[in-house]
């Protein structure tokens, strides 16, 4: 059985966060919003990914845009003319925060949390970009500000629109599969580990390079560091974890419950990672981080691996079926569910010949009008997006403690209540990191 893609739909299984709870000064409430009038979004990071999400809540009206570098995003500052326009999102939070009712936050990882806390902080309802946040604590704050708030989140993983995710989610919940004690989610890209350079040439006419930094460590530009290459560097990105963990670990994620160990803690998450090697600036070659899980109510506990850069399970895992450069499988006592696409939008059950002509429970979980769709009804009253920050905080957290423990050399035991490292003092330096001077969450 084989569940095809379809990125533009809706998985919801969280209640729907009561609208006359919501506290948002100085903007429309959700509560009684028209459905049939636009929502007022203002823009942070405008150019790359940013351009694409312009894109995807374009229905909508586009108040206010900013980006550091406003010569680089001049084809999206031309097609929303009208349209405020700022270099730094402090000044457009504290100038303009009455025109809008939302943020998108697209910048790269570093300024994900200052950004999107500050405009929650204002009740405006936040789309992020994943991973959520650079590090642990700061994945934290930003689900902690937007229970806070009552405001509607999303994270961009699209793949949780899908209707493979859905559909995988609420077989693993039915039991199809049985029991879930081992889990494997893998991701053929790696990363380069490399020494800071050592010239400094000028930034591009244009580009504010201190707001750029903004609350990471003060270095001089260089280009490597911009257009998507901040991704490898560890005072900015948060490499190949960062950029493909909450795509494809959301599966094994959402269909083995995870999230309960934040909303009902039941003990400490073991994590243990090795890598090609540990590099000060750079992240490595290759990783394989192992999670111990306790049980989750009546749901066993489960071992999980990530790994990405090249490492993979054992061939048997995959019961018959070829080995892939990137999968997610949850493996079962009657079977197991399996996708190769890295955005997990398709699934299978394996082994395949067991499950032929097999009745399969009938879909149980709301469907999807699109990923950024759905945010947008949720900012209007709709039900709460699916991966809001209570899912996507969580799960970033997991993202960034596989960093941080290939970092460590031994084991480290976390707990999630209370977002601290409790075998290692030392190593709880590694889940945040001191900003720079006029940047705060």
């Excluded at 709870?21 to 409430?29: D, F, G, H, N």
């Excluded at 730094?88 to 009455?98: G, I, T, V, W, Y």
């Excluded at 943020?103 to 990882?109: A, E, K, N, R």
Aim: aromatic fraction near 8%; glycine fraction near 10%.
């Amino acid at each position: 059985m084989s569940a095809r893609i379809d990125r533009r739909s809706f998985l919801q299984r969280t209640a729907l966060v009561s609208a006359a709870a919501l506290v948002i000064p100085e903007a429309r409430s959700a509560l009684g919003f028209p459905a049939n009038e636009k929502l007022n979004i203002a823009i942070i990071g405008t150019g790359g990914r940013g351009s694409s999400n312009v894109g995807d809540v374009g229905s909508e009206s586009i108040v206010a845009l900013c980006d550091v570098d406003p010569d680089y995003c001049k084809p999206i500052y031309k097609q929303f003319e009208k349209a405020r326009k700022f270099t730094d999102f402090r000044k457009m939070l504290d100038e303009a925060h009455k025109e809008f009712d939302a943020v998108v936050v697209s910048t790269p990882d570093h300024t994900h949390a200052v950004a999107a806390i500050a405009a929650m902080r204002l009740g405006k309802h936040v789309y992020c970009e994943k991973p959520l946040t650079r590090t642990v604590i700061e994945a934290r704050a930003m689900r902690l500000v937007a229970q806070e708030k009552g405001v509607m989140t999303q994270m961009g993983n699209q793949g949780s629109a899908s209707e493979g995710c859905r559909r995988a989610v609420e077989l693993a919940w039915a039991g199809v599969i049985g029991p879930v004690r081992e889990a494997h989610v893998w991701f053929e890209g790696g990363n380069s580990p490399i020494d800071r350079p050592g010239d400094s040439p000028q930034p591009p006419e244009g580009l504010d390079w201190d707001l750029w930094l903004g609350p990471a460590p003060e270095r001089p530009f260089h280009p490597t560091y911009i257009r998507g290459g901040w991704r490898n560097w560890r005072s900015f990105g948060s490499g190949s974890a960062g950029d493909f963990f909450c795509h494809t670990f959301n599966i094994t994620f959402r269909a083995l419950r995870l999230d309960l160990l934040w909303s009902q803690p039941s003990g400490t998450i073991r994590v243990e990672g090795t890598a090609s090697e540990v590099h000060p600036e750079s992240y490595s070659r290759w990783a394989l981080v192992r999670y111990s899980i306790p049980a989750r109510g009546d749901l066993p506990p489960v071992k999980i691996t990530w790994a990405n850069g090249g490492p993979k399970p054992p061939a048997e895992a995959l019961r018959g079926r070829a080995m892939t450069g990137t999968g997610c499988l949850l493996s079962g006592e009657k079977g197991a569910i399996f996708s190769d696409c890295p955005w997990n939008t398709q699934m299978e059950l394996l082994p395949a010949k067991d499950f032929e002509g097999a009745q399969l429970p009938a879909p149980s979980i709301p469907r999807s009008p699109g990923h950024h769709a759905e945010w947008i009804q949720a900012c209007k009253g709709g039900p709460k997006p699916f991966s809001h920050f209570g899912i996507g905080g969580p799960m970033t957290e997991l993202a960034q403690l596989a960093n941080a423990s290939a970092l460590v050399g031994h084991p480290i035991e976390y707990d999630p209540a209370t977002g601290k490292i409790v075998n290692c003092a030392e190593a709880n330096a590694l889940i945040h990191r001191e900003y720079r001077k006029g940047w705060s969450i």
